[in-house]
């Protein structure tokens, strides 16, 4: 008897085909990387392609041709989002998991920050949320079990005095996440919907600050906040996407994981 055990997909999301947004870099990369090394196939979309190419094919140089693939996508844009699907669609042969995770971060209280900037953030990190999902859920339906992923923040659920766009993006983005678990839910979708809440974790999004006060007193200063005293790598996220993307994760729908160092327990 042949031993089809031996060329069956192994690995915690073996078989899943995940569409990933801001995979050119920081918290997408990683998780890119996490779900490929576990027998997922990727897409990485970003408005930096070539970013996202070069990710891409590191990925496919690990885990062998046809692992990854990478896609222009400006998660502001519903044409974009239209043709970058269909394309990964048609590349991995279907999408079962969709992580939302572009975001960006505009510092200024609510005296300071202008109208077009709160309107950015907002387009970015909660827009994208939307359009993403409404229109990966044709697919996903077809691809069924399935998983969305929508990295909030701590700051949607904490608030602070000088961030009062990415505060109210974040909490959008946890609440739409439960209201979309809900839709599929009544729906009788076998597809889930939760959010990750991370605190200051060492990607490109703290490097304004680090600009500002330098490295390592930027991060000091950082980790004074967190109980655990240091901020998070983004392998601590790419994990908590691995356990959201697998089937063990299957009872789970509507919730938020908090990867915050303690500073919630506060």
Known sequence: MPDTNATAPKGRVAGKKAFITGAAQGLGAAAARKLASEGAKVALADVNLAG????????????????????????????QWIYALEEADAAMGGISVLLNNAGISVGGNIEQLSFADFKR????????????TKHALKYMKANQPGSIINISSIAGLIAGHNTPAYNASKAAVWLLSKGIALHCAKQGYDIRSNSIHPTFIDTPILDRLRDMLGKETAEAKLS????????GEPDDIAHAVLYLASDESKFMTGAELKLDGGISAM
């Open 52 to 79: 996202a190419q070069a990710v891409a094919e590191e990925i496919n140089a690990q885990q062998g041709a046809g692992t990854a693939f990478a896609f222009a996508l400006d998660v502001r844009d519903e044409a």
């Open 121 to 132: 953030v907002m387009d970015v990190n909660v827009d994208s949320v939307f359009l993403g």
């Open 224 to 231: 004074r906040q967190i109980p655990l005293g240091h901020i």
